[in-house]
């Protein structure tokens, strides 16, 4: 992966654990309302409450996105029973490509377009417009529990939702 090895530990490790951030319950703040377009050309609202979302923001031409894909499709396999909804935001892609991404990869969870970047200008206070890829958990109440900044592991993952659910 590369990316991350000039902080001295294993490629691609120190990074993406220090872009890791838990906000504590009594300091989160409201997840932005996302709406819009999916890929699939529906449209689509974001509702947040009483369950646990992991919105994902991410481009067909972004490496650390196709590293974490397939760790996103089995995250969303393993949680959807349990009530956690996923979405991704595919942001500065062209549709037809983000759509064979999602293909490639097994995803099944809606993306909203934002070939514009409109949606990830929403999240600017949790999270910059040029972290691609970057993942925001928000827990039941709609505020944010999880920011991690650049691609994370499926552990990371799945402990970063068990996280959020346990004070949900």
């Known amino acids: 992966s590369g990316y991350g090895s000039s902080n001295g530990g294993p ?3 120190v990074s993406v654990t220090t872009g890791i951030s838990e906000i504590a319950v009594a300091d989160r703040q409201a997840m932005p309302a996302l709406s819009g377009t999916t890929l699939q050309g529906k449209s689509y609202a974001a509702s947040y409450k009483g369950h646990v979302t992991v919105v994902n923001v991410w481009g067909s031409w972004c490496t650390p996105c196709r590293e974490e894909a397939p760790d996103f499709a089995e995250a969303y396999q393993k949680y959807q029973a349990k009530g956690v909804q996923f979405l991704g935001i595919n942001t500065r892609d062209d549709n037809a490509a983000a759509l064979a991404y999602d293909s490639q990869f097994g995803i099944e969870f809606p993306s909203l377009q934002d070939p514009n970047e409109m949606l990830v200008l929403a999240l600017k206070q949790i999270i910059p417009a040029t ?3 970057s993942t925001v958990i928000v827990d039941s109440d709609g505020k ?8 994370i592991t499926e552990p990371e993952l799945l402990k970063e939702i068990s996280y959020t659910l346990a004070g949900s």
């Open 131 to 133: 972290s691609v890829p």
């Open 11 to 13: 490629a691609g490790y």
């Open 144 to 151: 944010v529990a999880v920011r991690a900044l650049g691609g």
